[in-house]
């Protein structure tokens, strides 16, 4: 089972190819530089914008120490598939820095649903959605070349 507009082959993956992002262009000219530290900024941040990078947050009461919680995160972590979504960032931004053929592996490989050809929308498996701004996918049309 897939998400709307994603078309399912027999072994589950994507049928879906990525494209090239359509042009776009920024609110204001930027120079590569700062175009650069703006797509440091999302990945650094990406559990922002969708999906979960490792974060669990636990509530606290007294029955429980930080070392029963330290325990359960390891069993979690090793059961559970708990750095899943992290590998799927990982796989995204490999993708968005690869070449239309080698970005189609690594999401195929990762098992990521491609909602959106350009990669601005996707989905895990388990249905966690990721969304990618255009200036990680692409350069703006009025960028500003750094001399």
Not at 18 to 35: D, G, M, S, V, Y
Not at 74 to 92: P, R
């Amino acid at each position: 089972m897939g998400c709307v507009g994603s078309s399912q082959t027999k072994g589950g993956g994507t049928l879906k190819k990525i494209r090239k992002p359509k042009p776009w262009k920024n609110a204001q000219p930027i120079t590569k530089t700062q175009l650069m530290q703006m797509r440091d900024e999302f990945w650094d941040t990406a559990p922002h914008y969708g999906g979960q990078k490792g974060w669990i947050f636990f509530t606290f009461n007294q029955q429980r120490t930080i070392a029963e919680l330290s325990s359960k995160l390891v069993h979690f972590k090793n059961e559970n598939s708990f750095y899943h979504c992290e590998e799927i960032w990982d796989a995204l931004r490999a993708a968005s820095e690869a070449d239309l053929t080698l970005a189609q592996a690594i999401v195929d490989s990762a098992g990521v649903i491609i909602q959106s050809a350009d990669l601005t929308i996707c989905y895990d498996e388990r249905g966690a959605k990721y969304e990618l701004p255009n200036y990680v996918l692409s350069e703006p049309i009025n960028l500003i070349r750094d001399s």
